[in-house]
């Protein structure tokens, strides 16, 4: 199973195995990664799962769609590598992935 | 005793009760817990039952909101297939239908509401069935497929999501709404008349102003349903889906002050001493609205489960966030900020024919609320408007040529 590496705003590291096919989101989520809130459960409706993806993952995700586009445009300290976790789907080549949560509210 | 060393025990395991856990144990409490829940399933989403897990797109693992792990690893004890029958505030305990007695330190009533029964003759029929629980959609699915015939009874996000749903399906699907409009409860005239256009392009048939007088059926068996007006729609299976009623009877019985609802204050403190109720089951302070209210939504879930955490534990109260909802149709997303309740005026921004605009709702000048179909920058910065109470010109927010990014500079700016 692929791993994922989530930053805290604090720093702290950690490391979880996904099952490909579930959302990065969702893997936070189902293992306590805090910062990571998803009131939406992953519809895109809310942007509370707003990571900040390592620059070195960022080619390998799926293209955003519109409304993810949409959401991250009026979303709060939005970076150049800023993504919704309920969007990318986790697949064998985003093993080794890190991302930084900000911290939602 | 300090807050982080009560026992405390949660009645009730949705999004609210889950949530209590979890903000408590992020909040460094340290006591026992225990998790109770009537349902046989460890606490779950709600949402994507009418949607995606209907469809068969999401599977039944991916609804559950936390690993199976998690109660073991943060020493939470899940008691499942259990409901909870009298809560003694003064002894503060409280007996389960089990037969075992819980001693707390704090109560958490988070037992939401369950779907409302219509109280016609032929309700018990098979074939007539709701949409609240997995156990409700697990016995809907195997009727969910191409030429069945569905009579969903009530136009509300649920009704009208498992409509869109049943109806990508190949199921023929008839809608009896007794209100003029759909949506009504939820949403504006404009938005009721998108969705019912929306319906209807998609080959749903939907009745209004439509009352149902009984079910029908033959050998115990749901055959149709007949109108007040005498008429009778066949159908294989009927959804009820109008409105759900608070589990509030142990609070009452137990002589804590009730409304429609659960009484609670800002920090979820019910009348009685160190009992908290949260979710779908309590009234609460609508910060925005300076009124009471009950809130059914996922946000009013998750933000009355902080709420509660942190009173418990003696810790800062969370932030207070508009209202917010989310319905999601065919490819529609539609989201909702605020209540519209009350409004003298809405604003429409953009064109409903082109499948991505808004209503904006505003009472004396200032925004209350905003519906937005396929349109997040209305959604979010309508969000903001709400949430400062912004007055915004008419004319400004119904013109598309200014952007929402000015218009929230403008009304949003320090002045």
């Given at each position: ?57 960022l080619p390998k995700l799926d293209e ?7 959401m991250l445009d009026f979303a709060e ?29 | ?130 949409l609240r629980t997995m156990a409700d ?279």
């Amino acid at each position: 199973m692929p791993k994922i590496t989530y930053v805290d705003a604090n720093g702290e590291q950690r490391t979880v195995e996904a099952k490909t096919g579930m959302s990065v989101m969702e893997a936070a989520i189902k293992n306590d990664v805090p910062g990571i809130d998803a009131d939406c459960g992953g519809a895109c409706a809310c942007a509370t799962c707003h990571v900040y993806v390592d620059e070195e993952w960022l080619p390998k995700l799926d293209e955003q769609q519109a409304m993810e586009q949409s959401m991250l445009d009026f979303a709060e300290n939005v970076q150049s590598n800023s993504r919704l976790s309920c969007q990318i789907k986790i697949t064998e080549e985003l093993d080794g992935m890190v991302t930084t949560p900000e911290s939602q509210h | 005793m300090t807050g982080k060393s009560q026992k405390v025990v949660v009645l009730g395991a949705g999004q609210a009760g889950l949530q209590t856990v979890v903000s408590l144990r992020q909040l460094g409490h340290e006591g026992e817990i225990v998790l109770v829940g009537d349902e046989p399933e460890a606490p779950y989403q709600r949402p994507p039952l009418s949607k995606g897990y209907l469809k068969g797109e999401l599977e039944r693992e991916r609804l559950y909101l936390k690993g199976e792990d998690y109660y073991a690893e943060h020493e939470v004890s899940l008691r499942l297939g259990v409901s909870a029958e009298a809560i003694d505030t003064a002894a503060r305990t409280v007996r389960l239908s089990d037969g075992a007695t819980l001693d707390w330190d704090a109560l958490v009533i988070a037992t939401g509401a369950r779907a409302r029964r219509l109280d016609v003759h032929g309700a018990d029929l098979d074939g007539v069935l709701e949409l609240r629980t997995m156990a409700d959609i697990d016995r809907l699915k195997p009727h969910a497929r191409a030429g069945v015939n569905v009579l969903v009874v009530g136009a509300g996000y649920i009704g009208l999501e498992a409509a869109a749903a049943l109806t990508q399906m190949g199921a023929k699907v008839k809608v009896l709404e007794a209100a003029p409009q759909v949506l009504g409860r939820v949403a504006g005239p404009e938005i009721g008349q998108f969705f019912l256009e929306t319906h209807r392009a998609a080959g749903v048939e939907i009745m209004l102003n439509a009352r149902l007088s009984e079910f029908v059926g033959e050998g115990g068996k749901l055959t149709g349903a007949r109108l007040a007006e005498g008429d009778i729609v066949d159908c294989d299976i009927a959804l009820v889906g109008v409105g759900v009623v608070p589990n509030m009877e142990i609070a009452e019985r137990a002589g804590i002050r009730c409304g429609n609802g659960v009484c609670v204050d800002e920090q979820a403190k019910t009348s009685a001493e160190s009992v908290y109720a949260i979710g779908d089951v309590a009234l609460r302070p609508l910060t925005h609205y300076r009124r009471e209210g009950r809130l059914e939504s996922v946000h009013n879930a998750i933000e009355g489960g902080k709420i509660a955490a942190a009173a418990i534990m003696g810790a800062p109260p969370p932030p207070i966030d508009v209202p917010w909802f989310w319905s999601d149709q065919y490819a529609l997303k539609l989201q909702t900020a605020g209540l519209w309740t009350g409004a003298d005026e809405s604003v429409l921004r953009g064109e409903p024919q082109s499948g991505r605009f808004a209503v904006f709702y505003l009472k004396e000048g200032a925004v209350i609320a905003v519906d937005a179909v396929n349109s997040p920058p209305d959604f979010i910065v309508g969000k903001k408007l709400v949430a400062a109470g912004a007055r915004v010109a008419p004319g400004e927010l119904g013109d598309t040529s200014i952007s929402m990014k000015e218009i929230s500079a403008k009304a949003l700016s320090p002045s």
